[in-house]
């Protein structure tokens, strides 16, 4: 098979491929890779390889310790597959040099991925991604007498523990800003598992999409003294012949459940196949847009903290104004979740997220967390509807609606349109004059009216996204209509 590292690139979030291109070999290239990084670095420590639901995903996980073994390291197992949150927060608590996620996500069946995480828990950035793929070669081995040892542990429980503990912070509004308890003796014995639901009873539906969310985040929910109704919560590889993306056309026998006047589930949560992602129903909006979720966030987490906002560059402005009249900052980075959470180290920020659904609170790893944020949003759905919350925030700062298309251009055709776009940026779009241009990530025209229109690569696929944000559809879609026609002429 193929060992050439040139198929071996590092996107967004880690390398991803078809199982044409991800073979065996290449992974553990990664693998031996990631070995001589660590070791150059000096880091000696355990490393704990996660993995998804995907047929093939526990074996590349073996093989990568293997490799790991092989160069000295021991290496910690789960003992099924667990999402790729879990993997990050075991690397912080238990201070291991670093661990893999082999998942692709929300792609569909026929793809795998790989992903490094540092010894931090956050996403790598470019500086490590760019280490290892200079040290990308066949893989090596120290004598057997060195070897290390591979040992299965238990990675759900310490992270619900933990998340318990942030939730239960902030719901009794004891949160001191750096996600310990002002009093690290109180309630200690007492259930930390109750959501503070004022009495109420709540009935959540939560849908794994046959991903490895199943029996993590259901059981924190259950744990959490909350009635769950599943959907999905079957492991299945092929996740039902479809993609683990939680996205409305995939949800609708959730959103149906959760919309029905008559059915009890009062919300509706969903995770992507490793569940780092969140997608949220509700009664009187079915499928949530992840950035009123965000805003909605935020402005709970404002009730009993302080502290500015990340988001990325595709992510609603509504953020900027709840920030606003709370008299905080917000700090915009590119897209990827290696950035936010380096603006929320950077800043001390209260939240960071992405408008696709991944998020992460102060207090908590800085890597984005699908049942830590399925936990908060049942809190803050029990303190006050998500909906009248989101309801309030329009009211007092103005309707925002946001939408993307894609246009497909090959990978290595990207860099060129890109440039070739920068000469042709128009004065005015869809009737509207352009009043700034960010580049921090492709090209944000700023318009005139307040509305927006992004042009960016994908990292994960072969196409270039288009975002628009404005205050009605109507808006939105002239101005993804005027977007993809400024594209496609140049792919």
């Known amino acids: 098979m193929d060992t050439d590292t040139d198929a071996i690139t590092f996107g967004t979030d880690g390398w991803r491929a078809t199982l044409e291109e991800f073979t065996t070999p290449r992974v553990r290239t990664v693998g031996q890779a990631v070995a001589t990084y660590l070791t150059d670095e000096g880091r000696t420590a355990p490393v704990v390889i996660g993995y998804d639901a995907r047929e093939t995903s526990r074996g590349f996980a073996e093989e990568l310790a293997r490799v790991l073994c092989a160069n000295g390291f021991d290496v910690l197992l789960p003992e099924r597959d667990r999402p790729t949150p879990l993997v990050a927060h075991a690397i912080v608590e238990r201070d291991l040099a670093g661990g893999f996620a082999v998942t692709a996500s929300h792609n569909p069946p026929e793809y795998n991925g790989v992903k490094f995480i540092p010894h931090t828990g956050a996403p790598a950035l470019p ?41 239960s912070s902030i719901t009794r509004g004891d949160s001191n800003g750096d996600g310990e308890n002002e009093d690290q003796d109180q309630d200690q014995d007492q259930d930390q598992d109750d959501l503070d639901r004022s009495d109420t009873d709540l009935t959540v539906a939560y849908d794994a999409m046959h991903g490895s969310g199943r029996g ?27 993609a683990p993306e939680p996205a409305a056309e995939n949800l609708a026998e959730l959103i149906e459940l959760v919309t029905d006047p008559d059915s009890t589930p009062e919300l509706g949560l969903a995770n992507d196949g490793d569940a780092d992602r969140l997608a949220v129903v509700t009664p009187d909006r079915g499928y949530l847009d992840e950035n009123l979720f965000f805003a909605a966030l935020y402005d709970y ?38 950035w936010v959470a380096q603006a929320m180290a950077d800043h001390d920020a209260l939240v960071g997220g992405e408008e696709s659904g991944g998020f992460t609170v102060r207090g908590h790893v800085r890597e984005k967390d699908g049942i830590l944020m399925a936990l908060l949003a049942a809190a803050m759905h029990a303190a006050e509807p998500i909906d009248d919350r989101v309801d309030r925030l329009l009211a007092e700062h103005g309707t925002v609606v946001q939408d993307k298309t894609s246009v497909d251009c090959p990978d290595d055709e990207k860099t060129r349109v890109l440039s070739e776009l920068e000469t042709e940026i128009p004065d005015a779009v869809a009737g509207t004059e352009v009043a700034d241009v960010n580049t921090a990530d492709g090209f944000k025209l700023l318009l005139e009216d307040g509305s927006w229109l992004l042009v960016r690569p994908s990292g ?8 628009a944000e404005a205050e009605t559809e109507d808006r939105v ?7 993809t026609e400024l594209v496609e002429p140049l792919v």
């Open 127 to 167: 500086a490590v991604t760019d280490a290892i793929a200079d040290r990308l070669a066949e893989p090596r081995s120290l004598p057997e007498r060195d070897h290390g040892t591979v040992r299965e542990v238990d990675l759900a429980t310490p992270h619900a523990d933990a998340a318990f503990e942030l939730v």
């Open 460 to 467: 994960t696929e072969p196409v270039l996204r288009v975002y």
């Open 301 to 338: 987490l404002l009730e009993s903290d302080a502290g500015p906002a990340v988001r990325s560059v595709s992510t609603t402005y509504l953020i900027d104004r709840v920030a606003e009249a709370h008299g905080e900052p917000v700090h915009e980075v590119p897209v990827g979740f290696k």
């Open 216 to 242: 993590t985040t259901d059981t924190a929910l259950e744990r959490a003294g909350l009635a769950v109704d599943r959907l999905r919560c079957e492991r299945d590889p092929t996740f039902g012949g479809g």
């Open 477 to 483: 879609q002239t101005l993804l209509v005027a977007g």
